[in-house]
């Protein structure tokens, strides 16, 4: 098959590889414009892992940005090394600067020693202590993440099969519920360039441009509500090209309303660390506390 544009052979997306690449960055940069993602002077920071996602991202918003890069390391054995190792040659390369924290150093365990001696499941652990650690870097302006199209639509709905409605507002190519103001003092405003393109349009841009990256999953994420529902949503996306899109625009003209609705006066604080909290402990603390009740451990987060 010829490509759309040109005479040359398709290879993603009924385009070849020259007219792929440059509707790819076309598609990323006008996310950024059309929802005003980013702000001439401001600080980037990436929430990097190594993998497809978090390279790409890295590299398109470095291409015109001054950005850094902030992994947390989980401390999952045969699986993150190899892809903080992609990661860490892709910076050097880059002249990007990284910084590497640990769940490990900063909450006493690995997840790796925490879901082998609880019953605590790993992504409901994992997602509370790496949203408590980005949000701590208070050295830029927005962190940009490598949410894609599939997982905006998997968040959509599985938040609509939990009833958590409330939750739905916080979700966005520009995430939050809390104005600017006050936000401003207590979260770093996160940021998905990549909020429209697919999961294998990436895959493939990452292959095109030789980064490397592995295409493995977490060893974990066949136990979470997540991974059962984007086994429903791509054999539905599969029978019927294009449901994700529908499902993410079709949100978008519900969103304002939603952001409206369930939008926060006021933001609480951690009575132990000062972060923000809706009760008097905020998750982070909350999970440290589980944790070290399960295991026996005496470590101060």
Same mark, same amino acid.
């Given at each position: 098959m010829k490509c759309k544009k040109c005479k040359q052979k398709a290879v993603v997306s009924g385009l070849c590889k020259d007219h792929f690449v440059k509707s790819f960055e076309r598609r990323f940069y006008d996310c950024i414009a059309k929802y005003k993602l980013i702000k001439k002077k401001d600080k980037i920071l990436v929430a990097a892992s190594g993998g497809k996602d978090s390279i790409v991202l890295l590299y398109l918003l470095s291409k015109k940005y001054k950005? =850094?890069?902030l992994a947390i390391d989980e401390g999952i054995h045969g699986y993150r090394e190899q892809t903080l190792k992609v990661l860490k040659e892709f910076c050097e390369k880059n002249e990007i600067e990284l910084t590497i924290k640990t769940l490990k150093k900063e909450f006493g365990y690995s997840l790796d020693q925490i879901i082998k001696k609880t019953k605590l499941r790993a992504c409901t652990v994992c997602g509370i202590l790496r949203r408590y650690l980005l949000n701590k870097d208070r050295s830029c302006d927005v962190i940009a993440t490598g949410h894609n199209l599939d997982?905006?639509?998997?968040?959509? @709905?599985?938040?609509? @099969? =939990?009833?958590?409605? #409330? @939750?739905?507002? &916080?979700? +966005? !190519? *520009?995430? +939050?519920?809390i104005p600017k103001k006050i936000a401003k003092k207590h979260f770093i405003q996160r940021i998905k360039p990549m909020y429209f393109i697919p999961e294998r349009e990436i895959m493939a841009y990452a292959v095109i441009k030789k980064f490397g990256v592995s295409f493995t999953e977490c060893p974990y994420a066949y136990d979470s509500f997540r991974s059962s529902v984007l086994e429903g949503l791509n054999l539905i996306e599969n029978k019927n090209p294009g449901t994700k899109m529908n499902i993410v625009k079709n949100f978008?003209? #519900? @969103? !304002?309303?939603? *952001?409206? =609705?369930? *939008?926060? +006066? &006021?933001? +609480?604080?951690?009575s132990r660390c000062r972060e923000p909290a809706n009760k008097q402990l905020c998750s982070a603390c909350q999970m440290a506390d589980r944790m070290k009740k399960l295991l026996k451990a005496r470590k101060p987060l």
């Open positions: 950005v =850094k890069a997982d905006e639509a998997q968040s959509i @709905l599985m938040n609509v @099969l =939990k009833n958590q409605i #409330e @939750l739905l507002a &916080r979700l +966005g !190519p *520009k995430t +939050g519920v978008l003209s #519900e @969103l !304002p309303n939603l *952001k409206q =609705k369930y *939008k926060q +006066g &006021r933001v +609480g604080q951690c």
